[in-house]
């Protein structure tokens, strides 16, 4: 069984993107600058996003973080995206999810400037995304696309099934897949909750992409011999034996799925770390294509 290191994938991809931003720099260019909305004080987005920032120190980027309280009006929060959108040196910026109820995502989502939407959320970038056009492609999939094609993971041909259809991830991952490209070619099949006979399909699988939320839903007893696993879940469990007092559990039940897999990601440090890399490595296409305008 190999593990498919997502902390030391990612390390590579911020060491090759951060030989770019010297480049720039040593040219007289600006370095990429990508700014994170946070609204509210949820725990687990504010670990990502500061995880986010920090990463941007790490390989040469400016960042800005624009923290606003819960109470945050949608009429603010639109005019904080607006002026993102006109800043002449914010080349990114992302709107971390979820917002409080009270504010309508999908139109916070289509406030945000297609060329800045470095998240790949805005429906045009998803419509191109779909399409097989030049786009952001969301960070999530983004990052299970290199981490497959850098462990060269034959893809083409091969039943691949996701298991869950949000936006941010199960729904780009199924078309991403299915398309003729490189970790691509595949024959794809998206489950979620009322999918009948979900065991007979995954037991099919040749990959299994596990987005669905639920902590150690995938058993051993519903994989082949031999699968590929990418597991996307994280949460957190009670655990009285460790200090924290909780443990990290993905989707995936890792102690009977890695006995029959021949590669899967870890959690931590499987998927999400790529995640973060693959932001990065938007941000940086964002800034080339802004300088090409500047
Ligand atoms: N919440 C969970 N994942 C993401 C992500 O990739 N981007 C944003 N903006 N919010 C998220």
Same mark, same amino acid.
């Given at each position: ?27 007289? $260019?600006?370095?990429?600058?990508? /700014? ?38 949608? #009429? $603010? ?61 969301? /960070? ?5 696309? #290199? ?76 994989? $082949? ?14 655990? /009285? ?7 990290? /559990? ?45």
């Amino acid at each position: 069984m190999i593990l498919l290191d997502g902390k030391k994938t990612s390390k590579d991809i911020k060491e090759e993107i951060a030989i770019e931003v010297a480049k720039m720099k040593a040219n007289g $260019k600006k370095a990429p600058h990508l /700014a994170a909305i946070l609204v509210g004080t949820d725990g687990a987005s504010m670990t990502y996003v500061s995880a986010k920032v920090k990463a941007c120190e790490q390989i040469g980027f400016v960042s800005t973080l624009i923290d606003l309280p819960v109470e945050t009006t949608e #009429e $603010k929060l639109l005019q904080e995206i607006e002026k993102l959108n006109k800043s002449t040196e914010v080349d990114g910026f992302i709107v971390q999810l979820p917002l409080p109820k009270h504010i309508d995502e999908q139109k916070v989502l289509e406030a945000v400037d297609v060329d800045k939407d470095v998240d790949g959320f805005h429906p045009t970038n998803v419509g191109r995304m779909a399409l097989d056009l030049p786009c952001f492609l969301p /960070a999530t999939p983004y990052g299970i696309l #290199e981490l497959l094609e850098r462990y060269n993971i034959e893809t083409s041909g091969k039943n691949v099934v996701v298991m869950g259809r949000s936006h941010i991830v199960g729904r780009p991952m199924s078309i991403l897949m299915s398309q003729k490209r490189k970790a691509g070619d595949a024959t794809v099949t998206l489950v979620h909750s009322r999918t009948k006979d979900l065991k007979s399909i995954t037991q099919q699988a040749d990959i299994i992409i596990v987005a669905i939320g639920i902590s150690e839903f995938l058993k051993g007893d519903m994989v $082949k011999e031999g699968v590929v696993i990418i597991d996307v879940g994280i949460t957190r469990l009670p655990d /009285a034996t460790k200090k924290s007092g909780f443990r990290l /559990a993905g989707d995936v039940d890792f102690k009977s799925v890695s006995k029959k897999a021949s590669h899967i990601t870890p959690v931590p440090g499987g998927v999400g770390p790529m995640t973060i890399a693959m932001l990065l490595k938007n941000t940086l296409l964002a800034r080339e294509r802004h300088s090409v305008n500047s």
